[in-house]
């Protein structure tokens, strides 16, 4: 047994090592980063990696969306024509219209990048001019988000805001064309900036990397990303079948 002199020691010799493990406790809290829905963990409550809890449904088979690949009769909308129209105090500053097309089960945003106007709009209006509802057995193309991640720039002494996302096709289809929407908002839901960038080709298991760059950083604290891939499976000069 230890001595009572030894046991003095002992103590005496573990209270430096107490303190240096406190004060890097300390340090670890204070600097550690704060849980987000694009940092490639599972934390924060949710279900899964960056999804679930607090940030996007995760893809399930038995969600009753088709996100995974299945298969059933379905109402789409081959072709949605819409309209943006922007208005200051004084009135109309520009109008513009679109078109595309909604999934089976579908919730997306609709995105109209660089539309210039020389006064600064106060209010928007949104408009579905027309829209094609059709009835067909169709399967919801797989495209997957692999990785998201929102980072801060330097180019010529600017500072931009970068979103950065990795694109997997797990389809057995080539695409000519994908659509991938962006959308970065705040920890109150608030939208801080959103894109629209068009991919020329997504080969059958492939997977590519997409890059959303807006002129100057974004004001706020990105807390949620959002990234929406999307292919018009309606279009058959989009899609390249296999033989």
Not at 196 to 215: D, F, H, M, N, Y
Request: hydrophobic share 40%.
């Amino acid at each position: 047994m230890l001595s009572w002199r030894a046991k003095r020691q002992l103590i005496i010799a573990s209270i430096p090592v107490l303190l240096i493990l406190g004060l890097g406790f300390l340090f670890f809290q204070r600097f550690l980063p704060e849980p987000t829905c694009f940092d490639n963990k599972k934390n924060q409550g949710e279900l899964g990696v960056d999804c679930g809890g607090p940030c996007e449904p995760c893809a399930t088979c038995a969600d009753k969306i088709l996100n995974q690949g299945e298969e059933q009769e379905v109402l789409y909308s081959a072709g949605m024509e819409y309209e943006f129209t922007l208005f200051d105090e004084f009135g109309l500053i520009a109008r513009k219209v679109g078109r595309t097309f909604i999934l089976p089960q579908e919730r997306t945003h609709v995105i109209e990048a660089n539309l210039n106007t020389t006064r600064e709009p106060s209010r928007v209006e949104f408009k579905i001019l027309n829209i094609d509802w059709q009835f067909k057995k169709l399967e919801q193309p797989n495209l997957v988000i692999e990785r998201r991640d929102y980072k801060i720039i330097e180019i010529d002494g600017k500072k931009q805001s970068l979103v950065e996302a990795s694109v997997l096709n797990k389809t057995p289809f080539n695409f000519r064309e994908i659509v991938v929407n962006f959308a970065v908002l705040d920890a109150e839901g608030n939208l801080l900036g959103a894109n629209r960038v068009l991919v020329e080709s997504l080969l059958a298991g492939s997977r590519q990397t997409v890059k959303s760059i807006w002129p100057q950083e974004l004001k706020g604290r990105a807390t949620t990303i959002i990234v929406e891939p999307r292919v018009n499976f309606f279009d058959p000069t989009i899609i390249i079948k296999p033989r």
